[in-house]
């Protein structure tokens, strides 16, 4: 993994992926979560440093888009040698393999999928949550100018990935 690569800029992809390592952590990892494989242990020391693992194993991403969020977690600090980089990519790559991301519809999302695919935070999930179960879907994206609790510009960023109907 060159330098140049991990500072690419992050993909709608690596916004779900960064949102999920969030929340990566000492505590979660326990041996049934992340499968054990070449690169797990290196994975669970480095990321394990800044966040709970609580939903890491359940996410699928491309390699481009695991890439990309080792290239924003390296620019937020993380401690990392070119190899420990190069193994935890292909370790998340080939473990946590996943299709390019597909939509998700605001309507029937759950919090979880709130907070990983539209970055929101728990707060502003249930926020949202609350607000359709009081108010009804939405019809379009824009219509989350008028939610309180919920920043349409996270909306707004991640068009690409959110629908409703």
Same mark, same amino acid.
Request: hydrophobic share 40%; charged share 25%; glycine share 6%.
């Given at each position: 993994?060159? &330098?140049?690569?991990?500072?690419? /800029?992050? +993909?709608? $992809? *690596?916004?779900? $992926?960064? *949102?999920?390592?969030? %929340?990566?952590?000492?505590?979660?990892?326990?041996?049934?979560?992340?499968?054990?494989?070449?690169?797990?242990?290196? &994975? @669970?020391? !480095?990321? +394990?440093?800044?966040?709970?693992?609580?939903? *890491?194993? %359940?996410?699928?991403?491309?390699?481009?888009?695991?890439? $990309? !969020?080792?290239?924003?977690? /390296?620019?937020?600090?993380?401690?990392?040698?070119?190899?420990?980089?190069?193994? =935890?990519?292909?370790?998340? %790559?080939?473990?946590?393999?996943?299709?390019?991301?597909?939509?998700?519809?605001?309507? +029937?999302?759950? /919090? @979880?999928?709130?907070? +990983?695919?539209?970055?929101?935070?728990?707060?502003?999930? $249930? *926020?949202?949550?609350?607000?359709?179960?009081?108010?009804?879907?939405?019809?379009?994206?824009?219509?989350?100018?008028? @939610?309180?609790?919920?920043?349409?510009?996270? =909306?707004?960023?991640?068009?690409?990935?959110?629908?409703?109907?």
């Amino acid at each position: 993994m060159t &330098t140049g690569v991990m500072t690419t /800029s992050v +993909s709608a $992809a *690596a916004g779900v $992926a960064l *949102a999920c390592l969030v %929340s990566f952590g000492a505590t979660g990892f326990a041996q049934g979560q992340l499968p054990d494989a070449p690169g797990r242990d290196v &994975t @669970v020391r !480095v990321c +394990s440093q800044c966040h709970e693992p609580q939903r *890491a194993a %359940s996410v699928r991403l491309t390699r481009d888009a695991w890439e $990309a !969020v080792l290239a924003k977690m /390296s620019a937020l600090g993380m401690k990392a040698t070119d190899d420990e980089l190069t193994a =935890i990519l292909d370790y998340l %790559s080939e473990n946590l393999k996943g299709e390019a991301p597909k939509p998700i519809n605001m309507n +029937s999302a759950t /919090s @979880v999928e709130l907070e +990983s695919v539209a970055a929101l935070l728990r707060k502003e999930a $249930a *926020a949202w949550i609350a607000y359709r179960n009081k108010n009804g879907p939405c019809k379009s994206l824009d219509d989350f100018k008028k @939610v309180p609790g919920v920043p349409f510009k996270k =909306i707004d960023e991640r068009r690409d990935r959110l629908v409703c109907f």
